[in-house]
């Protein structure tokens, strides 16, 4: 059973920085992909970026291009979103979750989720 957990959130100034991790465990993350999504209050839950495992190669929403980058240390089975420039809007409670498609993008295509964490950017 997959388990994972997201930790770095906080609140922070616009165009100012915050790292999230997600440390993963329960299975080989050797196949799949590892996504980000975000949930702001009265919207659905929205894309951010995935990151396959094995080859790192990574994919995002326009709306972070740019700005997000998002890697991996697989010694660690940890994945990490760096925010960058971040501004209010970008405020949600930010999830990570864990696919064995290496094409994984929309939510029903990942099959494990963590508990959320909060990010807050104030104006």
């Known amino acids: 059973q997959v388990q994972l957990v997201e930790s770095g959130g906080g609140l922070v100034q616009a165009g100012g920085s915050l790292r999230l991790s997600c440390a993963a465990s329960?299975?080989?993350?050797?196949?799949?992909?590892l996504g980000w999504f975000r949930q702001a209050p009265g919207k659905e839950r929205e894309f951010v970026g995935t990151?396959?495992?094995?080859?790192?190669?990574?994919y995002y929403a326009d709306s972070v291009k740019g700005r997000f980058t998002i890697s991996r240390d697989n010694a660690k089975s940890t994945v990490y979103l760096q925010m960058n420039s971040l501004k209010p809007e970008d405020t949600a409670v930010y999830y990570c979750?864990?696919?064995?498609?290496?094409?994984?993008?929309?939510?029903?295509?990942?099959?494990?989720w963590g508990q959320g964490i909060q990010v807050t950017v104030s104006s």
């Open positions: 979750a864990d696919s064995l498609s290496n094409y994984a993008r929309a939510t029903n295509t990942f099959g494990s």
């Open positions: 329960g299975r080989t993350f050797s196949l799949g992909t």
């Open positions: 990151i396959r495992w094995r080859t790192s190669v990574t």
